[in-house]
């Protein structure tokens, strides 16, 4: 069974920068496709974007491309999320999430991200 | 973008009611439609893949039928635990995207 095990929760300021990691166990990063999904207070959800493990390609929502960079590390088996130029509009509970063929099956705990001055 | 119209927004009903959820892609979608539902401070979970297969665990209870543009969620009987906010999403295209959810509550 796949967990996936997120970073704390981030304060940041108007025009910072926030990286959440997602750290995978139970299987290795190598056979997963992990994907970003967002949700603000009160909202629905958002996909971000994922990675193909086949091809190493990212693709991003056209809404945070120029501001969003997924990446991973296969060492540790972490996946990162790394969104710029952040506004209020940003604060959000960002998960994790394993695609199976389009399909979400495995969910972080999310990690709640407050953007404030 | 393919957008996800599901109704109603929010629902009310007693303990032992059928309750049904709608979802309306703006295109052909054929049945590449998954159902979640979410309860309040958790992650959401997948209930129905392929807009009528139930994922392994879930209650008989869940159900999901559709193609195309339409489709539907079904909770045969309703339990206490049931409540929750239920989202469709689709994956014919990309962007993934994800209905605006239908939060159930008991009457």
């Known amino acids: 069974q796949v967990q996936l095990v997120q970073s704390g929760a981030e304060v940041k300021k108007p025009g910072a920068s926030v990286k959440v990691s997602c750290k995978v166990s139970?299987?290795?990063?190598?056979?997963?496709?992990i994907h970003w999904v967002r949700q603000a207070p009160g909202k629905g959800l958002e996909w971000m974007g994922g990675?193909?493990?086949?091809?190493?390609?990212?693709t991003y929502a056209q809404r945070f491309e120029g501001r969003l960079i997924m990446t991973e590390d296969t060492s540790t088996d972490t996946a990162y999320m790394e969104l710029s130029s952040l506004t209020s509009e940003d604060t959000a509970i960002y998960y994790c999430?394993?695609?199976?063929?389009?399909?979400?099956?495995?969910w972080g705990l999310g990690t709640l991200v407050i953007v404030s001055s | 973008d393919i957008q996800m119209t599901q109704s109603p927004s929010s629902l009310s009903a007693s303990v032992g009611d059928r309750v049904t959820i709608t979802c309306q892609a703006s295109q052909d979608i054929s049945n590449f439609l998954n159902w979640y539902q979410q309860k309040p401070g958790k992650a959401p979970k997948i209930l129905i893949y392929?807009?009528?297969n139930l994922d392994t665990g879930v209650p008989s209870r869940f159900s999901g039928s559709g193609s195309g543009t339409d489709f539907t969620f079904t909770i045969s009987s309703l339990q206490p635990e049931d409540i929750a906010t239920y989202y469709c999403?689709?994956?014919?295209?990309?962007?993934?995207?994800f209905g605006l959810g239908t939060k159930l509550e008991i009457k």
């Open positions: 990675i193909d493990p086949e091809t190493a390609k990212t």
């Open positions: 999403q689709q994956y014919d295209n990309l962007p993934y995207t």
């Open positions: 139970g299987h290795t990063l190598t056979e997963l496709s």
């Open positions: 392929d807009a009528s």
């Open positions: 999430t394993t695609n199976q063929i389009g399909m979400f099956d495995s």
